[in-house]
């Protein structure tokens, strides 16, 4: 998709096939314009090429040019299926190109062309008067960076019984590395699941806010990314036991967020979610590893 060398690369080679008036170019110099052409649509490889008998040198040059942002469009299409099926081709296909030509590739892995796409969605006019399109592309992007997210063991609620029930209130958690959370202030999640379901897509909207938006939790189960909305309470318990957070704190927690005659069984409710559906990959009682 991309050439070898980057941008910066390419520029240091034109710069010393510039510096030697009247003497040809090698072929890596004309490599290095080539790219440049491609990559930034620089112009200066047309002294380097001739008319055809059909057609100019502008033309052929820009049959590259052309196929090279194409591709990116369908690039970025591939991460970002349900984003373009909101958008629809026309205007997806323009926004791409203004993304590319602001945020250049500038690595030979494909995977991380739109890894800016979400904030360039969420600054640049008149995208960023949609939080729904940003927080769609946002989605999307934390559900391919699960599928992508390492290996790493699962434990489920057997795992547990090696430790005596009585010392669980100073058990820590390790999150699987596909596990993000995500806070929504749009209803971009349900927007996703209609299009994913080939659906007409609900109105857009602000369902949330700033201090109570949307909590998601994004994770891979087995092979399949998953998402799902998490109450407050759960989506608390979550971003503490990420943070190290003993069961015990965590209950304590949980009794003050709601009813404290409850709380232990709420968290341990929330604790068998976990387990269930693959989002942690270890316990820890006093430094001894249950994973």
């Not at 941008?7 to 290095?32: C, F, T, W, Y």
């Amino acid at each position: 998709m991309t050439a070898a060398l980057q941008l910066d690369e390419a520029n240091e080679e034109v710069h010393r096939a510039d510096a030697k008036p009247g003497q040809a170019p090698s072929l890596a110099e004309i490599q290095a314009i080539f790219q440049q052409a491609v990559l930034s649509q620089d112009v200066s490889l047309l002294s380097f090429i001739c008319d055809s008998s059909r057609t100019d040198r502008q033309v052929l040059l820009g049959v590259y040019q052309n196929a090279y942002i194409l591709r990116l469009v369908e690039v970025v299409r591939g991460d970002h299926p349900m984003l373009a099926a909101y958008l629809g081709d026309e205007v997806f296909d323009e926004m791409v190109r203004a993304y590319v030509a602001k945020h250049p590739s500038r690595t030979p892995n494909a995977r991380w062309v739109a890894c800016r796409l979400p904030d360039f969605l969420k600054t640049q006019s008149p995208y960023r008067e949609h939080a729904e399109v940003h927080e769609l592309a946002r989605l999307e992007f934390s559900l391919n960076m699960a599928f992508d997210a390492v290996d790493a063991a699962v434990i489920d609620l057997g795992n547990l019984a090696v430790f005596a029930p009585e010392t669980w209130g100073a058990l820590t958690f390790v999150p699987h590395p596909s596990a993000q959370r995500l806070d929504l202030v749009s209803n971009a999640a349900e927007i996703w699941l209609a299009l994913k379901s080939e659906e007409a897509p609900p109105d857009a909207e602000l369902s949330g806010s700033v201090d109570e938006p949307h909590r998601l939790i994004v994770w891979r189960d087995g092979v399949v990314p998953k998402f799902r909305e998490l109450k407050a309470e759960e989506a608390m318990m979550w971003d503490e036991a990420v943070k190290g957070m003993s069961f015990g704190t965590l209950c304590e927690l949980c009794a003050v967020f709601d009813d404290p005659e409850t709380a232990p069984l709420r968290a341990a409710g929330y604790l068998n979610s976990w387990l269930g559906t693959g989002m942690l990959s270890g316990a820890t009682l006093t430094g001894q590893d249950a994973s």
